[in-house]
């Protein structure tokens, strides 16, 4: 099969096209045949070898973190899907590499397709639904009435973040640029902050979750907008003592990421406030409850552009200029 890789950690590194064999599927692994995938800040950040302490890829590999497409075979033990299904997927980590033809995945981690999505639209999902979900559902357990900042309300997380807060019935916030507002606000976006023009920590106060997604100085902006008793959820880092409890690793490293943590945790702390890192895990079962929003209607796609499979590396690229909105999509077949 044709897979593009990286041959080592290389920022900015080009991915080279190449031939890789099938993957092995195990009693547990669906093979898919992909469709489409989509293109991830992860997938820059994992070429640069930004998160090789606990995530340690050993190149040649192959990026990759979203799926769409047809299961053509399937293991001995598996049941939640059969040969022949549409699926969509955010493999597990050490299993990723979309940016290919084929991939094997265990089937805990896949989900029927929306219905009522291309394979395109589907494949721009997984990774920022189920960052969204398990940030508002699973961390913050967002209740309506509740007020919540999103940041980066145009970006891939963004998009669907906005969407799924007012589904719970929150009060959304969110910073974009200007000739993006109206996007925010057709997604259900209360309050639109034009981040080149206006400060946030002058317009918004009293929050109850913030989701953040950019640096250590807008973290440190955005604790001041919570209220007492308030919830910083960060997919952007630092990482938490919890975190590393949840990785299992050795003592050195869950010291180290503990001092990493420490300043923002402290500043939330002294602010009666809650402050935890999330990097989201692979969940079949949560993506069918997020096709249902989908299907629904309460949550929609939004993608910016759709490259083919050979044009690979310039989605990358492009995703890495900032200024997409939404998700970039590679079409594979």
Same mark, same amino acid.
């Given at each position: ?5 990286? =041959? ?10 190449? =031939?890789?064999?099938?993957?092995? &599927? ?9 469709? @489409? ?12 070898? !930004? ?13 990759? #973190? ?7 075979? &399937?293991?001995?033990?598996? $049941? ?25 995945? #265990? ?8 219905? *009522? ?10 990774? &920022? ?10 961390? !913050? ?19 669907? @973040? ?18 993006? @507002?109206?996007?925010?606000? $057709?997604?259900? !976006? ?27 100085? *807008? ?11 308030? #919830? ?49 895990? @692979? ?5 069918? =409850? ?44």
């Amino acid at each position: 099969m044709k897979a593009f890789v990286v =041959e080592k950690y290389k920022k900015n590194g080009p991915l080279r096209l190449a =031939e890789r064999p099938e993957p092995q &599927v195990e009693n547990g692994d669906v093979l898919v045949r992909i469709h @489409a995938t989509s293109v991830n800040p992860l997938d820059s950040k994992l070429r640069d070898g !930004a998160f090789k302490i606990f995530l340690p890829y050993r190149p040649p590999f192959v990026l990759g #973190h979203d799926v769409a497409g047809t299961v053509v075979k &399937v293991g001995s033990s598996v $049941s939640r899907v059969k040969v022949g299904d549409e699926i969509y997927a955010r493999p597990r980590d050490h299993r990723i590499g979309t940016f290919a033809e084929f991939i094997a995945i #265990h089937q805990d981690d896949v989900a029927l397709k929306p219905r *009522t999505l291309t394979m395109e639209d589907a494949s721009s999902i997984p990774l &920022v639904a189920l960052t969204a979900w398990q940030a508002l559902v699973d961390v !913050a357990k967002v209740k309506p009435g509740q007020k919540v900042f999103i940041q980066a309300g145009s970006g891939g997380v963004g998009t669907i @973040a906005i969407q799924l807060a007012k589904h719970l019935g929150a009060t959304v916030a969110t910073t974009t640029s200007a000739k993006n @507002a109206a996007l925010v606000k $057709s997604l259900g !976006a209360d309050v639109v902050i034009d981040y080149k023009s206006q400060d946030f920590e002058k317009v918004l106060s009293g929050y109850d979750v913030v989701l953040n997604s950019q640096d250590a100085k *807008t973290l440190a902006k955005s604790l001041t907008v919570l209220k007492p008793g308030g #919830h910083l959820i960060s997919i952007s880092g630092p990482p938490d003592p919890a975190f590393a409890d949840a990785l299992g690793v050795n003592p050195l490293l869950k010291l180290v990421i503990r001092l990493l943590s420490r300043s923002a945790r402290s500043k939330a702390k002294s602010l009666g406030l809650r402050y935890s890192f999330l990097f989201m895990r @692979a969940d079949g079962r949560q993506l069918e =409850e997020i096709a249902g929003l989908i299907d629904s209607g309460a949550i929609r796609p939004v993608v910016d552009r759709i490259f083919p499979f050979n044009q690979t590396p310039e989605a990358l690229a492009y995703v890495e200029t900032g200024r997409s909105k939404g998700k970039v999509v590679i079409k594979v077949e």
